[in-house]
Antibody
Framework: QVQLVESGGGVVQPGRSLRLSCAAS????????MHWVRQAPGKGLEWVAL????????YYADSVKGRFTISRDNSQNTLYVQMNSLRAEDTALYYC??????????????WGQGTMVTVSS | IQLTQSPSSLSASVGDRVTITCRAS??????LAWYQQKPGKAPKLLIY???TLQSGVPSRFSGSGSGTDFTLTISSLQPEDFATYYC?????????FGGGTKVEIK
């Protein structure tokens, strides 16, 4: 079945870095744009970043631009986000999600269960 | 583009008709999706392109609107519908979500 499994979360000190991964299975990964979305504890959803199916186009939320880098390895069916200069306000559950169809501006139809990132000294 | 959902919460009974609104700060055509999220779970896509029901979603859910004003309607609220609902605009970057509407049991 179609599945997304995030990993790499944990506790990290402010200013440090962390890389999250999202392993995809059950669909043709290289045909779909992919997203990262986060949710701070007790708060709403915040879109973080998007990468096109081929990795050539990337888009970011203003809150992470210049600090986070989204990437993908289509040979490994894996999505990544490299998070640098982490701040307390980056503390959240991070979800990866796929677009319903291949184009970038389509809804997110499959979500992982998330990986928790806590930024704290 | 800012999305304003209203109300932020509501109490309703099983069988009630529930309407949630989402207003965009500028026109987004029909590039709007609705999601349902239950506690401890990932969001679930309900509606895309403002009014198209995602496969497998019950027909009591419907969406309407275009431009700046959108609605999600649950025609007859069921026990499993108590959750938080979010709208999302996909018209332009950065993509944005509404603040959410929590539907609680009266």
């Amino acid at each position: 079945q179609v599945q997304l499994v995030e990993s790499g979360g944990g506790v990290v000190q402010p200013g440090r870095s962390l890389r999250l991964s999202c392993a995809a299975s059950g669909f043709t990964f290289n045909k779909y744009a992919m997203h990262w979305v986060r949710q701070a504890p007790g708060k709403g959803l915040e879109w973080v970043a998007l990468i096109s199916y081929d990795g050539n186009n990337k888009y970011y939320a203003d809150s992470v631009k210049g600090r986070f880098t989204i990437s993908r390895d289509n040979s490994q069916n894996t999505l990544y986000v490299q998070m640098n200069s982490l701040r307390a306000e980056d503390t959240a559950l991070y979800y990866c999600a796929k677009t319903r169809i291949g184009v970038v501006n389509n809804a997110l139809d499959i979500w992982g269960q998330g990986t928790m990132v806590t930024v704290s000294s | 583009i800012q999305l304003t959902q209203s109300p932020s919460s509501l109490s309703a009974s099983v069988g009630d008709r529930v309407t949630i609104t989402c207003r965009a700060s500028q026109g987004i055509s029909d590039y709007l999706a609705w999601y349902q999220q239950k506690p401890g779970k990932a969001p679930k896509l309900l509606i895309y392109a403002a009014s198209t029901l995602q496969s497998g979603v019950p027909s009591r859910f419907s969406g309407s609107g275009s431009g700046t004003d959108f609605t999600l309607t649950i025609s007859s609220l069921q026990p499993e519908d108590f959750a938080t609902y979010y709208c999302q605009q996909l018209n332009s970057f950065p993509l944005t979500f509404g603040g959410g509407t929590k539907v609680e049991i009266k």
